[in-house]
Each structure stands twice: as structure tokens, then as C-alpha cells.
């Protein structure tokens, strides 16, 4: 039986799925309160014209209208790629509890790979969650964008 962080990874995968159709890099993130999914977003950099606009950053941004306080203590964010330093940041700011994320990205995961913010904030993490379902979104967009497997993501890989 799929337990609890690998139901919720799924919901973050159905996000980078849709970010898939719609031409983007397919990055999915989805925040959870007391059991209920309460935030979703994915990559949107190319839509937006935002280089910021990273799945963690949209999903905190789908959020933060409906806060009375700018405080996540309590939340746990999924997502289907280790957050970089920017994200990071920004759970941090949020106070963010814990992080689940699905693919290590080691040139610039700011979850223990390239750095480790997240520990070093006290915020727990759990990585490798569908991990290969995660990469494998990745592996098919550029396949499918350059024509070819992309070299691009073999930094995205297994412990
Ligand atoms: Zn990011």
C-alpha cells in the first residue's frame, strides 16, 4: 500500500504533468496541511517569463493569499525535484516544517546535494520519494523537446 508522502508525491507528479503539456520543464510541487493539499503549482518559467517561477515558488505563492500569518510551521512541501537554494530560501522565510522531494538534483539541490539549507534550518527532510517517476517525466520532456535523451539531467539520479 502507497503510504502517505507517496500519495501525496503523486499529486506533485500530476502537477509536473500538467506543466509537461503546457511546454515547461515538468517540476510539480503541492503543500499539505493537517492531511489536505492546501497549495499547488509547477515550473512556469517559460510561460511567465520568470526565471523564479519554480514549482515550489508558484505552489507558495497559490498560498500565501489564504494565510492569515505568512507562517507554514505545520506544512510539509512536496516536490518532485530537490529544492534549490532560492526555494529553500523561501521555506525557510515560510518557517516550512518538513520538505518531501522525489529526484535529487545534485548540481543545484539546496536539500543535502549541492547544499544543504533545508538541514541546516532544522527542517526535515525526506528525499527520494517515486524518485524514478520523477526523473522519468524529466528524461521524456527532453527527449521529447531536443529529439534525443538529454545529457542535461544526468545530475538527477538515484542515491
Ligand atoms: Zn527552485
Known amino acids: 500500500m502507497e503510504n502517505i508522502d507517496e500519495k501525496f508525491m503523486r499529486e506533485a507528479l500530476g502537477e509536473a504533468a500538467a506543466g509537461f ?6 517540476i510539480g510541487a503541492v503543500a499539505v496541511h493537517d492531511g489536505e493539499i492546501v497549495a499547488r503549482g509547477h515550473n512556469e518559467r517559460r510561460t511567465r517569463k520568470d526565471i523564479t517561477a519554480h514549482a515550489e515558488m508558484m505552489c507558495l505563492r497559490d498560498l500565501s493569499p489564504s ?3 505568512l507562517d507554514l510551521t ?6 518532485t525535484l530537490e529544492p534549490c537554494a532560492m526555494c529553500a530560501g523561501a521555506m525557510i522565510h515560510y518557517r516550512v516544517n518538513r520538505v518531501v522531494f522525489g529526484a535529487k538534483d545534485k548540481k543545484l539541490g539546496a536539500a543535502g546535494s549541492a547544499y544543504d539549507f533545508l538541514h541546516d534550518a532544522g527542517i526535515a527532510v525526506v528525499k527520494g520519494v517515486l524518485d524514478k517517476d520523477c526523473r522519468e517525466i524529466l528524461y521524456k520532456f527532453f527527449k521529447k523537446e531536443l529529439g534525443h535523451e538529454s545529457k542535461m539531467w544526468e545530475d538527477i539520479e538515484l542515491e
Open 21 to 26: 503539456m503546457s511546454g515547461e520543464v515538468p
Open 74 to 79: 505545520g506544512y510539509t512541501i512536496y516536490s
Open 67 to 69: 494565510l492569515e500569518k
